[in-house]
């Protein structure tokens, strides 16, 4: 059994403590909040079982403390995973990892030297259809992979630390880096404004990458609540569209041939589209937050690293930074 302490129980903590509570091999030992409100409404759901406290330091002075879980805002992220490593405590860091790259590598450098493990939570890689993409994809169901296109927009929630791409993008960005196992854009622009906020609210990312051309859409300025992935292969295209209550993931035989050969002059090549069959996978029922909650308790066990690791998180900064310098240029 794992002692884990959470900070943060704002809109996403509460998920994350429950999923934490629902681990029968992880123990909620304190949900820490600088509002008293916040802790009196945890109090409301799990009372005696578990500790609060509004300063998060006693967390870190804690010894039966093993773990510390992080939702807090993302500009509190830095100060307080460095603190919890220097604590000797092992971290499970709400996405986006850090403000800065720079952040990131400092944060990488200093788990590796205590031996602690940094995971950050890139829900989308644990989500069991973007694993059931990816298994399609490892055997060549797609074929090459010519584009992916993705859209994450909804009314709100506004937020003053981070724009609506590092908010929302980030999360594509890890189903990409892992579908692609960690390939990297070779070009990256886009495209943004800024209404209502002192960050973009609405952005337009593309990027190229060797073999493929990638669109990410965030907004939290739109009328419609979206969650929509395409990854359209050579040979097949699969849709994931979260938003669906049932038939999320659909898997189209529809593509593009091109026809030569000898008795065809080079003018003359034949491009002919492909419609085919419609299916849908088979896709076990698993709550991809609880899978990433695990996964971090599998890796504290096995002292092995996340497959979220910070490099991993380093990719996707890496993105968001050079995006962010390139915006409306
Ligand atoms: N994985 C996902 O799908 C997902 C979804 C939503 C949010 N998030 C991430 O979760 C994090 C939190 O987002 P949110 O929307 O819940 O923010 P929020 O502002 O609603 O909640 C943050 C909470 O942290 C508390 N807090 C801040 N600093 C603290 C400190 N030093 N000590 C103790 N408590 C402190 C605040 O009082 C607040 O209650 C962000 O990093 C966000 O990107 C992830």
Redesign the pocket.
Known sequence: MIDIAL???????PNVARNIHANPNLNLHTI????QA?LEKAKSIYIAQTCYETD?KKLFENDEIQAIAI????N??YH?VKEALLAGKHVYV???FTSTVKEAKELETLAKELNLIIHV?H?MIFHPIIQKIKYLMDNGELGDILFIDAMRMNLGQIKKDVSAMW?LAVHDLSIIDFLMDGKEPFYINSVGEKYYNPKESLCFLTMRYEGFISHIQSSWISPLKERKLIVAGAKKMVVFDDMKISEKLMVYDKGVNVISGDNIEYADYVVKTRDGDVWMPYVPQQDALYNSINHFRECIESNKQSISNPRQAIRLLKILETADKNMNK
């Open positions: 900070i943060g129980f704002g809109y996403w903590g820490c909040d600088i509002k916040r998060y939702a807090v805002e993302t509190g992220h307080l709400e996405k986006p939570d829900i908010d």
